[in-house]
């Protein structure tokens, strides 16, 4: 019994140790998941997330790249708008090929994920324009986006996708180049 005890103790012990090592920091957090989980959008964006935050921005390009060609819709989606923002935070510009992807997007139901990532990117530009993708470009293109969506108008990452192009066009001091819907 004794022996029993002291070695589920040293199991526990052990399982304990491997877990705290895990989550020491967000590093080995991402990249633990990435490895255990290779068809989650959530883990492998939380690694690219850890290696643009840790500056490792030609190896996050090369991981975009990758999940852009995966055959999950949100995550190709998800790189290609990632994609533009590196590109528009890191050179201040965005070249029509990455642009042209983006569009893309156009007539895909709209996630919560890929919400997210326009609000994010529409965060940056709210600093600075980037040259190929302006507040008004990109605003515009949400509400194309929000237009062709084949979900409800009245679903969140619809109507907030909207906001955040509404949001754009009064920062642009624009009014939209398009008559909205409604």
Known sequence: LA???????AMLAAATAARAWV???WTTIAEQ????????TRAQFDYADMLWTEGKLDETQRFFDHLADTGNPVSQHLALIYTVRLK???YK???????ARLK???GSKL?????NAFEQFAGDLRGHDCVGMSKTDFADMLAKFADAAPQPQSQTPVWRTRFVAADLYRLARQKPRQPWPG
């Open 93 to 99: 510009a965005v070249d029509a090929d990455s642009l």
């Open 3 to 9: 022996v029993g005890m002291v070695a589920v103790g």
């Open 23 to 25: 989550w020491q920091s």
């Open 111 to 115: 996630q919560l994920a890929e919400m």
């Open 104 to 106: 893309t997007i156009a």
């Open 88 to 90: 528009c935070q890191r």
């Open 33 to 40: 998941g990435e490895r255990q989980h290779p068809n989650s």
